[in-house]
């Protein structure tokens, strides 16, 4: 029990494009989706959390207008990372709590490069 | 007051011996304490959490100790074996299933 996907696991894009990436728990519903990146050999740094049907809380020096963030459903979270540039190329990790669980549950995280 | 700081920053042990990492909070508001493993091209999964009442956790060959006095807590894994090679990230939080502060990250290397 407690999966997190997300997809896609890996994208490449032109420099100025949009990149849509969704988290989906898939056994549990999760009221509160965590978005995190990870830069190579660094540790993860969380970027927002989204309570389902909120705005998202972003964190200090994170940009909302270029990450944006829906929780429109108890399953489904989305990052859309805006005008994408070289400097956003990242690892993005997804993380979902959910009512009966006391603990965060990681998806496999998404590989985006930007060219 | 959000910084939990980890070290060593890359650990090698040799097959069987015993990898030790530490990490120390400043927050005293923190009251849970996870591991997460992470291998490359991966998300972290949890290994063990503690919580500030007790001072050690064991689940197989995983150990948490915890000084909360010291608000310190390290990870010690016995018999460590090459497939244990990864990543290995401290966190705390206010709260299991809280926003997470992560440490910097170990990386291991068990040598065969």
């Known amino acids: 029990g407690a999966v997190v996907s997300q997809h896609p696991s890996w994208v490449i894009c032109k420099s100025g494009t949009s990149v849509k990436i969704e988290c989906r728990s898939l056994?549990?519903?999760?009221?509160?989706m965590f978005w995190y990146r990870q830069f190579p050999k660094q540790s993860l740094m969380l970027m927002a959390t989204?309570?389902?049907?909120?705005?998202?809380?972003?964190e200090q020096g994170v940009e909302k207008d270029k990450f944006l963030i829906n929780h429109a459903s108890l399953t489904l979270s989305t990052l859309t990372v805006t005008s994408a540039h070289p400097e956003d190329s990242s690892f993005y990790i997804c993380s979902a709590k959910g009512l009966l669980n006391n603990e965060q549950f990681f998806g496999p995280g998404t590989r985006l490069t930007v060219l | 007051q959000q910084q939990v700081k980890q070290s060593p920053q890359s650990l090698i042990v040799q097959k069987g011996g015993i990898s030790i990492i530490n990490c120390a909070y400043e927050?005293?508001?923190?009251?849970?304490f996870p591991w997460y493993q992470q291998f490359p091209g991966k998300g972290p999964a949890l290994l063990i959490a503690?919580?500030?009442?007790?001072s050690e956790k064991k689940e197989g060959r995983f150990t948490i100790s915890f000084n909360k006095s010291a608000k310190q807590f390290s990870l010690h894994i016995m018999d460590s074996q090459p497939g244990d090679s990864a990543t290995y990230f401290c966190?705390?939080?206010?709260?299991?299933?809280?926003?997470?502060?992560f440490g910097g990250g170990t990386r291991l290397m068990v040598k065969p």
């Open positions: 966190a705390a939080s206010r709260g299991a299933g809280n926003m997470l502060t």
């Open positions: 056994d549990f519903q999760a009221t509160t």
């Open positions: 927050n005293t508001a923190f009251d849970y």
């Open positions: 989204s309570n389902e049907g909120s705005k998202a809380t972003y």
């Open positions: 503690i919580r500030p009442d007790v």
